[in-house]
């Protein structure tokens, strides 16, 4: 079957830097999302990988290892308003979308 | 107004009641999508519509029925609902419905809650 894991929590500290990983096991590869979730809100697009390496976008950057099945999120110089859930998705080789079931990353000042 | 709306917000239904959820885009896209989210779940696929098909999860109950009149407008009908369908249901849409880099913009959700 298809799968997607990724931590249920986590927490970090103001200022700091964290990492959400996420594993995967599809039928194919078309692309792996990451979204953004505040809680009460609607998901938001954070980041897509086709290609093996790192795409950064401001103080957000994503991973990808195809032949590993492994992606991260890294967040630097965290913020409060960073509190939210990441979802982790994979586009398998039906263009179907498999989901985690997110992880939610706590900020502590 | 531009985005995704999803109306109503919160609806709390008994299990006998008929109701329906809208949800409108005003991006021009030509694909429209209906997920369910429980908690610390993933996010389940129920119906997706497009200019290419109309793809349905064959998991889902019949008490859930689609509707999509047109490009823009999506519509849930919801009637004899059990107390385990209560979860948020986000409408999102994207500009097809098979492509690679297939963003999705979700609605901010409709929180069910059966009584």
């Known amino acids: 079957g298809q799968n997607i894991d990724q931590p249920t929590e986590m927490t970090a500290t103001e200022g700091a830097i964290v990492q959400i990983n996420c594993t995967y096991q599809?039928?194919?590869?078309?692309?792996l999302f990451w979204y953004q979730q505040h809680a009460g809100e609607a998901p938001t697009f954070l980041s897509y990988?086709?290609l093996d390496g790192l795409e950064e976008k401001g103080r957000f950057s994503s991973f990808l290892s195809r032949s590993k099945g492994y992606s991260y999120l890294l967040l630097k110089e965290l913020q409060m308003k960073d509190s939210a859930s990441y979802l982790c998705a994979v586009m398998d080789s039906n263009y179907q979308l498999i989901w985690g079931a997110g992880t939610k990353l706590i900020i502590k000042p | 107004e531009t985005g995704v709306t999803q109306t109503p917000r919160h609806l709390v239904m008994g299990m006998t009641n008929k109701k329906s959820l809208k949800c409108e885009q005003h991006l021009g896209h030509n694909a429209m999508y209906w997920y369910k989210q429980s908690a610390k779940k993933p996010l389940e696929l129920m119906f997706v519509y497009s200019l290419e098909e109309r793809v349905e999860n064959n998991s889902v109950p019949s008490r859930f029925s689609p509707e999509c009149p047109n490009s823009s407008h999506l519509f849930l009908h919801l009637h004899t609902l059990q107390p385990e369908d209560s979860a948020l249901y986000l409408c999102a849409s994207s500009q097809g419905a098979r492509s690679g880099a297939n963003v999705l913009t979700f609605g901010a959700g409709s929180r069910l809650t059966v009584l």
């Open positions: 599809t039928s194919g590869f078309n692309g």
């Open positions: 990988n086709v």
